[in-house]
């Protein structure tokens, strides 16, 4: 399975708070806070192509040019899976992610997921019927292995073409 990742520039280790107008940028493979989802993608034998990211502040600036290069990126890596977050309760980029995953559905036959904690109830709200979004935990801790399970256990369901995978949905993501 293949897979390209959405972070901001704090999972991307960019920098985090301190550069928050880091550009968009694609690196080879998996970046920053791969390292934490790697054992679960290992599960199902995941092979994530690159790892797309901007600074938060950067997004908020220039929010359709980087939807639409995401996009145009993800198409062209064409992977078979794209996961935007895990966001926690970032706000910024949880409402990046959702759109990000929004548009690649929209564009592609590609399938995207979201992850973000129930702060982001805004984002949620807005973007829970046209995209999945993950329950995860707001910052790591308790919660955090269960909700990676959750996206891996969807990752499979969706590369089989698993008919259940709207049954799955409403028991692992907002509805």
């Known amino acids: 399975m293949r897979v390209v990742l959405i972070f901001d520039q704090g999972l991307?280790?960019?920098?985090?708070?301190?550069?928050?107008m880091a550009p968009l940028k694609a690196e080879k493979g998996g970046i920053g806070s791969y390292l934490m989802l790697k054992p679960h993608l290992d599960e199902v034998c995941a092979e994530v192509l690159a790892t797309?990211?901007?600074g938060n502040e950067y997004y908020l600036a220039n929010k359709k040019e980087v939807i639409l290069k995401m996009a145009a990126m993800v198409k062209k890596l064409n992977p078979d899976i794209v996961i935007c977050g895990p966001c926690f309760n970032y706000l910024d980029y949880g409402q990046m992610s959702a759109n990000i995953a929004k548009v690649i559905k929209e564009k592609t036959d590609i399938g995207a997921v979201a992850m973000m904690s129930s702060e982001n109830s805004d984002t949620i709200e807005k973007?829970?019927?046209?995209i999945p979004i993950i329950k995860m935990p707001k910052k790591g801790g308790t919660g955090l292995n269960e909700s990676f399970d959750?996206?891996?256990?969807?990752?499979?369901?969706?590369?089989?073409?698993?008919?259940?995978l709207k049954e799955l949905e409403s028991e692992i993501c907002y509805n």
Do not use: Q, T, V
Request: with cysteine; charged share 20%.
């Open 12 to 20: 991307a280790g960019a920098g985090g708070k301190s550069n928050p």
């Open 52 to 54: 797309l990211y901007c």
């Open 127 to 130: 973007f829970k019927n046209d």
């Open 150 to 164: 959750h996206l891996i256990k969807w990752m499979k369901y969706y590369y089989s073409n698993n008919s259940d």
